[in-house]
T-cell receptor
Framework: AQKITQTQPGMFVQEKEAVTLDCTYD???????LFWYKQPSSGEMIFLIY??????QNATEGRYSLNFQKARKSANLVISASQLGDSAMYFC??????????????FGTGTKLQVIP | DAGVTQSPTHLIKTRGQQVTLRCSPK?????VSWYQQALGQGPQFIFQ???????QRGNFPDRFSGHQFPNYSSELNVNALLLGDSALYLC??????????FGPGTRLTVL
């Protein structure tokens, strides 16, 4: 079974500053994927970034980067130069990968980020 | 490039009724997954459909069933609705179970 832990229920960050959202995971699978999603108050889940368990380099997508530490089973999201539009819930998620690809995605409880002007 | 679409946006039902939610995947995607998100929680996996077959199922009762059509669109059916079924239902699509992209969701209220 997979488990995702997000220990920060809520966080504040000043506009234009960087922020790190924590995520740890637990799995016995050797091959898996880690994902971060953003959920604004409108409800839609927006895909941000992906890291495969065998990827040696940390993933980056624009202002988002994933700090992947496999031995510690952590996959923290770093948002650089925060913007007011970054205020939202952020979910860390993972899925084991087999010949059928990614199927069941397990989500954490989320971190509510608020960007202060 | 059309993203994932879901209908209806909102729905109100009473206990014991049945409901059908619909999802059209992102253009080029062939796999559809459904999730239930209760208020204040992360989404919970219901099931995934590929090639019109249910590939994997989460811990949900048989009251939850689904279907995928030849054009890859999908339906989620919930029978004998309970108050606890009130939630945001999210559909996600992917290309052969790669990264999943979500739709805007259907908010179901059971009275």
């Amino acid at each position: 079974a997979q488990k995702i832990t997000q220990t920060q229920p809520g966080m504040f960050v000043q506009e234009k500053e960087a922020v790190t959202l924590d995520c740890t995971y637990d799995t016995s699978d050797q091959s898996y994927g880690l994902f971060w999603y953003k959920q604004p108050s409108s409800g839609e889940m927006i895909f941000l970034i992906y890291q495969g368990s065998y990827d040696e380099q940390n993933a980056t997508e624009g202002r988002y980067s994933l700090n992947f530490q496999k031995a510690r089973k952590s996959a923290n999201l770093v948002i650089s130069a925060s913007q007011l539009g970054d205020s939202a819930m952020y979910f860390c998620a993972m899925s084991p990968r087999n010949s059928g690809g990614y199927q069941k995605v397990t989500f954490g409880t989320g971190t509510k980020l608020q960007v202060i002007p | 490039d059309a993203g994932v679409t879901q209908s209806p946006t909102h729905l109100i039902k009473t206990r014991g009724q049945q409901v059908t939610l619909r999802c059209s995947p992102k253009s080029g995607h062939d796999t559809v997954s459904w999730y239930q998100q209760a208020l204040g929680q992360g989404p919970q996996f219901i099931f995934q459909y590929y090639e019109e077959e249910e590939r994997q199922r989460g811990n949900f009762p048989d009251r939850f069933s689904g279907h995928q059509f030849p054009n890859y669109s999908s339906e989620l059916n919930v029978n004998a609705l309970l108050l606890g079924d009130s939630a945001l239902y999210l559909c996600a699509s992917s290309l052969f179970s790669d990264t999943q992209y979500f739709g805007p969701g259907t908010r179901l209220t059971v009275l």
